[in-house]
């Protein structure tokens, strides 16, 4: 069926960059021969996900919605993949995203863009506009993401869907192309929060192949959501994202959950995050500089293109000749920003900076969970916008991912839960809450609780 349905609807939607129809048939009927040999399968065995292209596939195309990776077939799967394989999930296939999942709107992919379902005039979010988009589209159920400054929870906003970025460390980025290391975290996209949380919990967990990867067990995320009750619970709704920027019909939403919030039982305080609002400057020069240091391996050597010069060349001509091709403006953009942040001469000014400015916001979360279980805000200032509307300018479509670059600057988790519709264009709007660092089962509970 839901072959059937990207079928229908993929062609005006693009979420997808690689649809996996017979390996999903075949996987499907493996999941009933396991059944049937009596095999205890997790619950949501048998049903379909799709997985944004960032991730590497076993003998599945992998590009990160990059030429550079063009034909390229990885030998082996991430970890997020080895997991729902195993626990009975059906692979669909690859979604779109924004080159190396560098954007807000998906429109940076070398494969063009993703259409919104809910306005095929507007962007589904980014960099994982594809997942969110097939989830909204009826074209798959689950999906996962990869959340570097929001591309997982900012795309769920302006599709209507939930999205999640766990605690740095609480999802193996064993087999995530990487964009920032630092700040990068695999994440589910999904329709409700209760398949969020199921899905998390097979995710996520210890993985020795990534050294970053939290040690130890975690609770299970869909009880949280089964028992989820906000009485007594302390909310801080983040001042500095309450306001000034933001459009009308997204605070009206926003105020509207906290309040139904309020009327079960749950005690809404306001709090300031003084630094939050040097998140955006910081997270743009962390950014392209480790950015521009994992990129570093597409060299045509190792992966997918390569580009021979006319006439031949040495191999510095190769590289650049395919490093020209291969990649989009963006990314040559955020080549060349970090390089620079990141050049001997100018390191202390601007990486060394971004750095402190890094560590003022997490004493602003730190200050803040000192008083309050978690943080709300509004996920993005505005409902989705209109393709090509901040393509030609970088620090619009930066300025975009102020309410959610925080957390990944903090390494604590969030999740985008949809508010309604936003009165004056009909398009949904997401409310996101933040947490402590290895509190991901609290943010499940209060999603759930909006359910
Ligand atoms: N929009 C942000 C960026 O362009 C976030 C991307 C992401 O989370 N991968 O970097």
Same mark, same amino acid.
């Given at each position: 069926?839901?072959?059937?349905?990207?079928?229908?609807?993929?062609?005006?939607?693009?979420? =997808?960059?690689?649809?996996?129809?017979?390996?999903?048939?075949?996987?499907?009927?493996?999941?009933?021969?396991?059944?049937?040999?009596?095999?205890?399968?997790?619950?949501?065995?048998?049903? %379909? &996900?799709? &997985?944004?292209?960032?991730? +590497?596939?076993?003998?599945?195309?992998?590009?990160?919605?990059? /030429? &550079?990776?063009?034909?390229?077939?990885?030998?082996?799967?991430?970890?997020?993949?080895? $997991?729902? /394989?195993?626990?009975?999930?059906?692979?669909?296939?690859?979604?779109?995203?924004?080159?190396?999942?560098?954007?807000?709107?998906?429109?940076?992919?070398?494969? !063009?863009?993703?259409?919104?379902?809910?306005?095929?005039?507007?962007?589904?979010?980014?960099?994982?506009?594809?997942?969110?988009?097939?989830?909204?589209?009826?074209?798959?159920?689950?999906?996962?993401? *990869?959340?570097?400054? @929001?591309?997982? /929870?900012?795309?769920?906003?302006?599709?209507?869907?939930?999205?999640?970025?766990?605690?740095? !460390?609480?999802?193996?980025?064993?087999?995530?192309? #990487?964009?920032?290391?630092?700040?990068?975290?695999?994440?589910? +996209?999904? $329709?409700?929060?209760?398949?969020?949380?199921?899905?998390?919990?097979? &995710?996520?967990?210890?993985?020795?192949?990534?050294?970053?990867?939290?040690?130890?067990?975690?609770?299970?995320?869909?009880?949280? +959501?089964?028992?989820?009750?906000?009485?007594?619970?302390?909310?801080?709704?983040?001042?500095?994202?309450?306001?000034? !920027?933001?459009?009308?019909?997204?605070?009206?939403?926003?105020?509207?959950?906290?309040?139904?919030?309020?009327?079960?039982?749950?005690?809404? +305080?306001?709090? *300031?995050?003084?630094?939050?609002?040097?998140?955006?400057?910081?997270?743009?020069?962390?950014?392209?500089?480790?950015?521009?240091?994992?990129? #570093?391996?597409?060299?045509?050597?190792?992966?997918?293109?390569?580009?021979?010069?006319?006439?031949?060349?040495?191999?510095?001509?190769?590289?650049?000749?395919? $490093?020209?091709? @291969? =990649?989009?403006?963006?990314?040559?953009?955020?080549?060349?920003?970090?390089?620079?942040?990141?050049?001997?001469?100018?390191?202390?000014?601007?990486?060394?900076?971004?750095?402190?400015?890094?560590?003022?916001?997490?004493?602003?979360?730190? #200050?803040? =969970?000192?008083?309050?279980?978690?943080?709300?805000?509004?996920?993005?200032?505005?409902?989705?916008?209109?393709?090509?509307?901040?393509?030609?300018?970088?620090?619009?479509?930066?300025?975009?991912?102020?309410?959610?670059?925080?957390?990944?600057?903090?390494?604590? %988790?969030?999740?985008?839960?949809?508010?309604?519709?936003?009165?004056?264009?009909?398009? %949904?709007?997401?409310?996101?809450?933040?947490?402590?660092?290895?509190?991901?089962?609290?943010?499940?509970?209060?999603?759930?609780?909006?359910?």
């Amino acid at each position: 069926a839901h072959l059937d349905r990207i079928d229908a609807v993929d062609g005006a939607v693009h979420a =997808f960059l690689h649809v996996a129809g017979e390996h999903a048939l075949e996987t499907a009927a493996d999941v009933d021969r396991r059944r049937a040999a009596g095999e205890s399968l997790h619950e949501l065995a048998g049903v %379909p &996900i799709a &997985i944004k292209d960032v991730l +590497v596939t076993k003998g599945m195309p992998s590009t990160a919605g990059s /030429r &550079i990776l063009e034909g390229w077939l990885p030998p082996y799967d991430a970890t997020p993949v080895t $997991r729902i /394989r195993e626990a009975g999930l059906i692979p669909l296939g690859k979604t779109n995203m924004d080159e190396f999942a560098m954007g807000s709107s998906t429109e940076h992919s070398a494969y !063009g863009p993703t259409h919104n379902p809910w306005d095929l005039d507007r962007i589904p979010g980014g960099s994982g506009g594809g997942s969110a988009a097939a989830v909204a589209a009826f074209e798959a159920p689950l999906a996962l993401g *990869s959340d570097t400054g @929001g591309s997982i /929870r900012q795309p769920a906003h302006v599709t209507g869907t939930v999205g999640v970025k766990p605690t740095y !460390g609480a999802v193996s980025r064993y087999g995530s192309i #990487a964009l920032a290391s630092s700040l990068d975290q695999i994440g589910p +996209v999904t $329709r409700t929060v209760l398949d969020a949380a199921l899905l998390h919990d097979i &995710i996520g967990g210890h993985d020795p192949k990534d050294s970053t990867s939290i040690p130890g067990t975690w609770p299970s995320m869909a009880d949280a +959501v089964r028992r989820a009750d906000v009485a007594g619970l302390r909310i801080g709704v983040i001042r500095e994202l309450d306001g000034e !920027g933001f459009q009308a019909g997204v605070l009206a939403r926003f105020h509207e959950a906290l309040a139904l919030l309020e009327k079960n039982g749950a005690e809404i +305080v306001e709090v *300031s995050a003084p630094h939050f609002e040097y998140a955006v400057a910081a997270y743009y020069l962390i950014m392209p500089a480790e950015a521009s240091s994992n990129l #570093a391996k597409f060299d045509s050597v190792r992966f997918g293109l390569r580009v021979n010069p006319e006439g031949g060349g040495t191999v510095e001509q190769v590289m650049a000749a395919t $490093r020209e091709a @291969g =990649f989009g403006p963006e990314t040559k953009r955020r080549i060349i920003l970090g390089t620079y942040a990141l050049s001997a001469g100018y390191y202390d000014a601007y990486y060394g900076s971004a750095q402190k400015v890094r560590t003022l916001v997490q004493r602003d979360f730190d #200050a803040a =969970f000192a008083g309050v279980d978690v943080l709300a805000s509004p996920t993005a200032p505005t409902t989705a916008f209109r393709l090509g509307e901040k393509l030609d300018d970088p620090l619009a479509m930066y300025l975009n991912d102020i309410a959610t670059i925080p957390a990944n600057l903090a390494g604590v %988790p969030g999740i985008s839960v949809p508010a309604g519709l936003a009165d004056e264009d009909g398009l %949904p709007v997401g409310i996101q809450f933040l947490a402590p660092a290895r509190e991901d089962a609290r943010l499940y509970g209060v999603g759930g609780a909006l359910e």
